[in-house]
């Protein structure tokens, strides 16, 4: 992969040199390095968990903090609290959408498998629909042939009631 310049000759990259390269085998440059005693280590933060009780208040003064009309007002609680703009945004529509209740924290993860029982319940509501639907259909039918027989003059056929 070499440029050709334009006078015919290929133009070749030297190679690079690396500065200040220790001739010393691997082994004494590991000896020579300071043990990892003396490097601070700081713990990995946790990730901050509010409360409904915290989410609310802190919606109430922003509010209030609206209301008021001071400007920067806003801004200075969102810096006092640590929190970002999404943050209010998000827990005012959870309050909008569910009340005070929708700021409590939700379980993480799958919602739990229904036991044999709910299974068992939900198959025969299932069922349960579809056979109503199966009557409705049938009444309808019946009462259609009943308005033909009475249009056409027909008489009914007697029915026994063992059917």
């Given at each position: ?45 946790t990730r901050r968990v ?92 019946i009462a259609l042939q ?18």
């Amino acid at each position: 992969m070499y440029r050709w310049a334009e006078t015919g000759s290929p133009i070749v990259p030297k190679p690079a040199r690396i500065p200040d390269r220790d001739p010393a085998p691997e082994s004494e440059r590991r000896q020579a390095r300071p043990s990892g005693g003396t490097l601070e280590t700081v713990p990995k933060r946790t990730r901050r968990v509010f409360s409904a009780a915290e989410k609310l208040r802190i919606v109430k003064e922003a509010d209030a903090c609206v209301a008021s009309g001071q400007r920067g007002d806003l801004e200075a609680l969102l810096r006092r609290e640590g929190i970002y703009s999404s943050h209010l945004a998000s827990w005012r529509a959870q309050l909008g959408a569910h009340g005070a209740a929708g700021l409590a924290a939700k379980k993480p993860g799958r919602k739990p498998r229904l036991t044999q029982t709910e299974r068992l319940n939900a198959e025969l509501l299932k069922r349960n629909a579809e056979l109503e639907k199966k009557l409705r259909v049938a009444n309808a039918l019946i009462a259609l042939q009943k308005k033909a027989h009475e249009v056409l003059g027909i008489a009914l056929p007697e029915s026994d009631g063992d059917s």
